[in-house]
């Protein structure tokens, strides 16, 4: 869909032709990432997942950051379609790691054996006190601080700090430059015994520093949001890592597609 995208581009400019590409690439989005996030603790043996999980955010945050950087470059010097061509050859290579990936995974499963995930994830949700209280959380936080990101945040860049889009920016490039950092100290906590505990303590520095960002200009937002993106991934990581445990193999993808989706 990226190659016939990078053609459309070039061969016409109609936007219903490129519309419909760019829809496709976000319907198979949605179908790639509950698939990713329930192959990692296959992967991994359970003492290194929470490790795993931090460093494959970090290295998602670092490329989030360096990417749009490079990606302008390429597209200025050379052409759009170009660069979505080279984004189609990524692709291909991504897919074939993740064929061996599958090779892998299912000659495992043959001599190992699997449990079956009984009951569903309804089921499951009913018996789980863990799982209905990230399904509340993460529906309460996509609400306030997606709220805060799409809404306030960017009024509070243009009427309070008089920083306009520039400062919005700096705004946003602080928060993912915490989560680079938060990633990196997840990464560490893997021996933390109360990881609940853990989880909730971040979370609520998070909440704090999100609250205090109209309050101290532009540079104390700056620092705010930095701290508020380290603590978020720090909550992310380790609650995501407690789910996959927590939920039968057999079930992940099933119950990643019904998380994403609140």
Do not use: Y
């Amino acid at each position: 869909l990226t190659l016939g995208l990078a053609i459309a581009a070039v061969v016409t400019n109609d936007i219903v032709v490129v519309s419909v590409f760019a829809a496709g690439l976000g319907s198979f989005g949605g179908l790639f990432h509950p698939a990713a996030l329930s192959i990692t603790p296959t992967l991994l043996p359970e003492n290194q997942l929470q490790a795993g999980l931090a460093l494959s955010n970090t290295a998602s945050v670092a490329a989030g950051l360096a990417a749009p950087g490079i990606a302008g470059v390429v597209v200025l010097a050379l052409d759009p379609a170009f660069a979505l061509g080279l984004d189609a050859v990524t692709f291909a290579v991504s897919a074939g790691c993740l064929a061996m990936i599958g090779a892998q995974r299912t000659q495992a499963a043959s001599a190992g054996g699997s449990t079956d995930g009984r009951g569903g994830f309804l089921a499951l949700l009913r018996e789980s006190k863990l799982l209905q209280a990230v399904l509340l959380v993460t529906a309460a936080a996509n609400v306030t601080i997606g709220g805060m990101t799409r809404v306030a945040l960017p009024q509070i860049a243009e009427s309070d700090f008089a920083a306009g889009v520039l400062g919005l920016g700096g705004l946003l490039v602080a928060f993912t430059a915490g989560s680079f950092g938060g990633g990196l100290v997840a990464a560490g906590l893997t021996t933390t015994r109360r990881r609940g505990a853990t989880a909730m303590g971040s979370g609520l520095v998070m909440a704090i520093a999100v609250s205090l960002v109209p309050f101290f200009g532009l540079a104390g937002a700056l620092v705010l949001m930095f701290i508020a993106g380290a603590a978020s991934t720090v909550t992310n990581i380790i609650v995501v890592t407690l789910v996959q445990l927590a939920t039968p193999a057999p079930m992940l993808t099933c119950h990643w597609r019904r998380f994403l989706a609140v």
